[in-house]
């Protein structure tokens, strides 16, 4: 009886635990998706500074982003530059779009954001300087949006992911008692 | 990565194939001009050949390759490195230097902005001409730009057509005298390479010898940079290729009266050719150039034709 007991404790133990940590990794991921963005936006602001003030071309201006930066998008940068320095017959958006599709997996962006990225690599590299800059700018409005918008829900569903994970777990623990 | 790697890395993939394929000795490849829906054609050893399928130089037109659209886009991604807005001052010029020093014009339809080239689209013609470094080209002429006393030199014009090597020529000048010799001390030269094409700079640092004692100062106006030359760097010797521009010579004679020497290259065929020229022309009547190096392409590319001193006496002919 008395062991009976004892597992039926460290079962309701478990299953408030793990519904909790859920309920914390979707909130978590909320925010990391933010953090990626904010730190996409930065590297691409770098980008456009490189165009505009030093009309820098794409290979030398992602490497400098490449062995600058060291987080989630390092892979990523550093994947493109070393393609495109090959001059291997590959063309700038082959490259950039398999950078998109296989070096991201270390962030939170989801499948809209790889989708606007790979967007962005489709008018990179042959318009003139002007063109450059808009559609850099407009990458970078749009993702600023993105990051407004994902604030707001963050706020809103942060707390209840939280703790719906939490009562999700006492529930099912009361209901299995 | 051998000369002719780095070169056929500007081309199509496709062209790749073709060019890689044929056995030319890349030395002697002075030009390979791209048209779309036009052939293959390349100068070679002086003689032009278009070049076929199975990667033979062929004088006849039906065996040639022909270029379509798709390739002249691709290869132009690959000569802008992916990044054509990086070089839109090059485009309203109608030519981009690439790695290597090679030159290559390009030609479709310009926008204009007023009455200013603004930018090309569609470009569809493209002629890539190699740059060549001809260690010891210089060596016949050195004695004559040098004073008598070997501490200084004079002022000196190098004349020549298009295609006649007075790039190669005058890189040669510069290295020489840069470097000095066992018994002479070198001078402290000042570049002004507008288009990159003279040290060949890749990320400033500059991919042909131009000797020890050489600064460059790259894609910079040769007027505009001239002047900041003297200021900043103190040269004995500035060197400028192809001068033209009214604001050119008045800083050729900026240079000369702060006690620099000069070596410029221009476009001509004479010495007369140069005297009829409006700006240009004032300086040779008021003897400021003390050499004049004038060279053709009859014999083979880089044929120095005569020099002649400020008075337009010849100092040397080539016996033909």
Known sequence: MKSMIIMKIIGAVLVITSSSAFGFYMSSSLKDRIEDMKELKKNILILRGDIRYGSTPLPEAIGAIACRHEGNFAKFFTHIYEELIKLDGVRFFDIWKIGVEQKLKDTSLNKNDKEHLMKLGENLGYLDKDMQINIIDLYIEQLEAEILEASKVLKEKAHLYNTLGVMAGIFVTIIML | MNK????????????????????????????????????????????????????????????????????????????????????????????ITIQGGHRVGIAGKTILDEEKVKSMKHISFINIRLSHQIKGCADKVIPYIQSSDMNDIYHTLIISPPRCGKTTLLRDIIRQLSNGESDIDGFTVGVVDERSEIGACYMGIPQNDLGIRTDILDCCPKAKGMMMLIRSMSPRIIAVDEVGLGEDIEAIEYVINCGCKIIATVHGSSIEDIRNKPILGRLVKEKVFERYIVLNNRKSVGNIEQIFDERGSILYQTVS
């Open chain 2, 4 to 95: 002719k790697d780095e070169l056929l890395k500007i081309f199509s993939l496709g062209l790749r194939n073709i060019l890689t394929k044929t056995n030319m000795d890349y030395e002697k490849l002075q030009e390979i001009r791209l048209r779309a829906n036009g052939p293959l054609i390349v100068i070679y050893d002086n003689k032009e050949f278009f070049v076929t399928n199975h990667s033979k130089l062929s004088k006849n037109y039906i065996d040639a390759v022909m270029i379509t659209r798709n390739e002249i886009k691709e290869t132009m991604e690959y000569i802008s490195n992916f990044s054509l807005y990086a070089f839109e001052e090059e485009i309203k010029q109608g030519f």
